[in-house]
T-cell receptor, first 115, second 113 residues
Framework: EAEVAQSPRYKITEKSQAVAFWCDPISGHATLYWYRQILGQGPELLVQFQDESVVDDSQLPKDRFSAERLKGVDSTLKIQPAELGDSAMYLC?????????????FGQGTRLTVV | DAKTTQPNSMESNEEEPVHLPCNHSTISGTDYIHWYRQLPSQGPEYVIHGLTSNVNNRMASLAIAEDRKSSTLILHRATLRDAAVYYCILRGFSGGSNYKLTFGKGTLLTVNP
């Protein structure tokens, strides 16, 4: 069964360092999402791509976070510099499209700890 | 974004049916009702979705009120593997051809053996 692949699974970084997460969506999925989930809360959408274009980044802290999906396939989310409050699970998801009846598939996530 | 209201937690017994409620009184005509669940240390998993009519799939059933202001996710026979946080989400139109998937806090379901 096709899966959304994320790496690394776990990352520990020091405050003020740069960190990057990678996501490989299910083949053929045009829509890719990055979510952040703080312990005990639901996932929060950071950025959504349709192919290589950003369609929603309204909750992305653009002073330190950046995301790209250069060829409309895999994607990278970067944080520079990392802050203690960035400790969270970062989830990537993909779907065939972004229609209302579309199912999204999530990866296992990257657990980030900033020390 | 239209909001949903769910109980923080619910308990059930193994092999019994579970009815997880969700209120969404501000739902708009273009909002789809989605349910996802999240097992510990895993990403969310799609369960079911609907627009106006009740829906069934291999995992669950979704009962939607006639006025669409509430819905209920039904697990017909709960197993220990169904213990998870269940999210009721309104996937709403946000421009172009995009429908936004916005999670709330969800309901933590505990299944007792």
């Amino acid at each position: 069964e096709a899966e959304v692949a994320q790496s690394p699974r776990y990352k520990i970084t020091e405050k003020s360092q740069a960190v990057a997460f990678w996501c490989d969506p299910i083949s053929g999925h045009a829509t890719l999402y990055w979510y952040r989930q703080i312990l005990g809360q639901g996932p929060e959408l950071l950025v959504q791509f349709q192919d290589e274009s950003v369609v929603d980044d309204s909750q992305l802290p653009k002073d330190r976070f950046s995301a790209e999906r250069l060829k409309g396939v895999d994607s990278t989310l970067k944080i520079q510099p990392a802050e203690l409050g960035d400790s969270a699970m970062y989830l990537c998801a993909s779907s065939l499209g972004a229609g209302g009846g579309t199912e999204a598939f999530f990866g296992q996530g990257t657990r980030l700890t900033v020390v | 974004d239209a909001k949903t209201t769910q109980p923080n937690s619910m308990e059930s017994n193994e092999e019994e049916p579970v009815h997880l409620p969700c209120n969404h009184s501000t739902i708009s005509g273009t909002d789809y009702i989605h349910w996802y669940r999240q097992l510990p240390s895993q990403g969310p998993e799609y369960v079911i979705h609907g627009l106006t009519s009740n829906v069934n799939n291999r995992m669950a059933s979704l009962a939607i009120a006639e006025d669409r202001k509430s819905s209920t996710l039904i697990l017909h026979r709960a197993t220990l593997r169904d213990a998870a946080v269940y999210y009721c989400i309104l996937r709403g139109f946000s421009g172009g051809s995009n429908y936004k998937l916005t999670f709330g806090k969800g309901t933590l379901l505990t299944v007792n053996p």
